[in-house]
Nanobody, 126 residues
Framework: QVQLVESGGASVQAGGSLRLSCSAS????????MGWFRQAPGQKREGVAT???????NYAEAVKGRFTISQDNAKNTLYLQMNSLKPEDTAMYYC????????????????????WGQGTQVTVSS
């Protein structure tokens, strides 16, 4: 079983930065792919950034150049560095994991991930 616990969400002004963390437990074979997703009220959950254990990443167009996904395998922690935040980045952010390894990086679709955290809220004001 995998447990994912997100932290780091906060309220910030537009243009600011935040770093989200996701602490993971469980067998590493269940976490060959990991990712960050977000969901705003009334919206579908959307992929933000994903990575496999060798560091191959995929990013949503809306965050390319502003967000960076990274992982510290020794600490079993996934990060999302978010810079130049915009009001449209406001959402609940979720960490996700799955046992499938994608050689070109995991897809940004939520259906590709089996395990989910409870989320951390990010609010960006203008």
């Amino acid at each position: 079983q995998v447990q994912l616990v997100e932290s780091g969400g906060a309220s910030v002004q537009a243009g600011g930065s935040l770093r989200l963390s996701c602490s993971a437990s469980g067998y590493t074979t269940t976490r060959r792919s990991m990712g960050w997703f977000r969901q705003a009220p009334g919206q579908k959950r959307e992929g933000v950034a994903t990575t496999n254990r060798d560091g191959t990443t995929n990013y949503a167009e809306a965050v390319k150049g502003r967000f960076t996904i990274s992982q510290d395998n020794a600490k079993n922690t996934l990060y999302l560095q978010m810079n130049s935040l915009k009001p449209e980045d406001t959402a609940m952010y979720y960490c996700a994991a799955d046992s499938i390894f994608w050689s070109r990086g995991p897809p940004l679709g939520a259906e590709a991930f089996r395990y989910w955290g409870q989320g951390t809220q990010v609010t960006v004001s203008s």
